[in-house]
């Protein structure tokens, strides 16, 4: 089997690291040599792994116009140009391996009806938590339930800073500081700390587990920057542990729940002992219950892993085409939770009772009320509410903002719970 | 695609349930319907799920010579008569799926191979795990790894057993009642509680993941019947959970360690917070480190969304049969582990420095030693070596037995770390 390469950052290293590495135990198994014919890079400058060495190009046709290579495996990343260079390969009929999210989130399902016309396949394991096996699973182990929801720790880097928050006792932008050294967080870490990273990976299995489409930018989507060592505190007092959690549900009118947000999770629920760079996925089934998924999510080897994986299985795999329709998505507003809400007010009679008031008056009734202590002139005030619609919080919140006997409010985190 | 359905009970019933409750679904998935033709039982007089009527046999060749049946099920469980059904079913070209884990640990290594002389499928992920995809994500998903370690949870009985011992502070005796009377555990616990089954579902993974074919009977195998709850507090104050874990490696000469044993896992290993009835499985690869599955291990629905996967995937699965060779096996006596020792003595003066003489004489070292009060004459004592060769290990503690001083040893548990 002759591949082209696409790309050789972390992941692409990776690749040819793990082929050299195990390759006469992949031989074994599939019964041929996958051998790295191209290699395609952007700078000519760079220091690369001495395994590359005569395979180098800096011209994209090459591999694509290649007529023995059967298999182009991109892990380039990024939208473009490898959306255009994916597109061009499945149309010459060859197989693509990809590990890019950003591709298949936003044209997945367009390209998984161009591989079906042109006979090739298209798998995308490392696209979602790394190494950790996942879309075979749902596509194969699991395909006799009708899945009804996911919850899933999808981001290792703002896994890493809420557990050095928890177990440092640190801030968010301490925390953040030394994953970047470490290198858990990139110098720009927005995609990871917004959300939008986990909000990708969730689109991706809303169409594997639910065969429902929704563009990532649709998913209401929170990050971690508003967390502070308090919230995680007063988390750990209650017996929760806060995890950024990207969810999805299908509800009894086919339409789909997902979203992206801090949520704090029970210490005795398997997604809450989830800690540093690791990922994990919990899926519930009607048949098989609570199914959980966990390993690294992200790093060279455990990626170069899922992708090596899907080139093993790339000509056995028969391309099922369930038809992934578009998903009506329940508004973020029509969403139900009980809501952990931490703000700031000036210290003075009757701000308790306005607050409360306000959240009286939307319908929205209080499990807890603790106010923490004064700080100058201001004091900390921790709200859980029961089951609540969040249209009706945010409104409340809103409202709250704007009383002039409050300063800030802190933090929104979602609780979990009936 | 017509099956013949050999066995209802309780996975057989779940079977026949979840095609009918999911079957449009499924057939929308798999391109054609999935129709239950006939059903083998024994007893004419049992009552049955109504979905049944009509196709119930009492004979086996009713099936096994349907020219219009292409694939066989059988969930009767035990190895006999199955086995016989199993080979005739694939000497007559049907593909076979099977949840049945004593046919599979002891013969699976002939039957893959009939499987592939006959150029049908048979496919057993149902047999281990229940309905937690780990069979197909060995396989498949971690492919391009080399699989040093497997360390798993298999068996949902004991695990409850421990569980319940753990949060309720019952005695094993207590908790095996309470277990049974929920249905956990069966009249003969014998099978769960002495680490058979999980030892055979060990056998079947460490050909899936090694390719090194052992019986079950070989494995060392240790159940959790001499656990206390003393034992498990015990645990509790120095970190750890008490869990009946299944473990496999192969060591740089493709040695292969297996066995079953109580074990204290600390409690920050994803391990340790699997309760109840579930099960887990903790995976080591080169390439993509730790991963672990997580769900339950047994039940109705849990086992029959297995066994419904691996129908719909019969046909497009490709056997590959990558030669399982036979396992050189590693003596017990020459595993290594740090032990826990807990014994009751008689108080008398010199019996400490008695059993820690033994234990220096072959070149065990103690970690701690803990005396923990006088129980009328006698008193109980709480050890822990060092890592210490078993076989050491064994002689010292028979040594031990065999002092006047010492009644009896209570219990021997290996503790997790270096």
């Not at 190009?57 to 990024?78: H, P, Q």
């Not at 508003?226 to 929760?240: N, P, Q, R, T, V």
């Not at 339409?255 to 899926?283: C, Q, T, Y």
């Amino acid at each position: 089997m002759k591949i082209g390469l696409m790309g050789l950052g972390t992941v692409g290293t990776g690749v040819v690291h793990l082929i050299n590495q195990n390759g006469k135990n992949i031989e074994k198994k599939i019964g041929e040599k996958i051998e790295i014919k191209k290699i395609l890079v952007k700078d000519p400058n760079k220091k690369r792994t001495p395994l590359a060495e005569g395979k180098i190009t800096f011209n994209a046709d090459d591999i694509l116009e290649d007529e023995e290579i059967d298999v182009v495996v991109e892990v380039m990343g990024k939208e473009h140009p490898a959306l255009d260079y994916i597109i061009k390969a499945l149309k010459s009929g060859k197989h693509v391996v990809t590990a890019n999210k950003e591709v298949i989130a936003v044209h997945g399902k367009e390209l998984i009806k161009l591989a079906t016309e042109n006979k090739v396949s298209l798998l995308y394991e490392a696209s979602v938590g790394g190494g950790i096996p996942i879309i075979r699973p749902l596509k194969q182990c699991l395909a006799a339930n009708k899945i009804y929801e996911i919850k899933g720790i999808l981001n290792g880097t703002t896994n890493y800073i809420l557990t050095e928050m928890k177990e440092k006792g640190l801030d968010f932008e301490e925390a953040l500081k030394d994953a970047q050294q470490k290198g858990y967080a990139e110098a720009d870490p927005t995609d990871d700390v917004e959300g939008f990273d986990a909000a990708r990976k969730l689109a991706i299995l809303c169409t594997l587990a639910f065969n429902k489409f929704t563009l990532p930018e649709k998913i209401y989507t929170k990050g971690i920057k508003s967390i502070s060592k308090s919230d995680i505190k007063y988390a750990e007092e209650l017996g929760y542990n806060v995890k950024l959690i990207a969810y999805a549900k299908i509800d009894e009118k086919e339409r789909l729940e997902a979203w992206v947000h801090p949520v704090m999770i029970k210490k005795d629920n398997p997604l809450s002992g989830v800690n540093g760079v690791f990922n994990a996925i919990l899926v519930d089934g009607n048949a098989v219950g609570e199914v959980m998924f966990y390993g690294q999510g992200a790093g060279m080897m455990p990626t170069a892993s899922a992708v090596v994986a899907d080139i093993m299985d790339v000509k056995n795999h028969i391309v099922i085409q369930n038809g992934c329709e578009d998903a009506d998505l329940l508004p973020i507003v029509d969403t139900v939770s009980k809501y952990y809400i931490r703000l700031i007010a000036f210290d003075k009679p009757g701000v308790m009772s306005k607050i409360t008031g306000i959240l009286g008056d939307k319908g929205i009734s209080l499990l807890s009320v603790v106010q923490k202590g004064v700080l100058g002139d201001t004091a900390e005030i921790v709200l859980i509410t029961h089951i609540a619609n969040t249209g009706k919080v945010f409104e409340a919140l809103e409202e709250i903002q704007n009383l002039r006997e409050v300063e800030s409010i802190e933090s929104v985190i979602r609780v979990e719970g009936e």
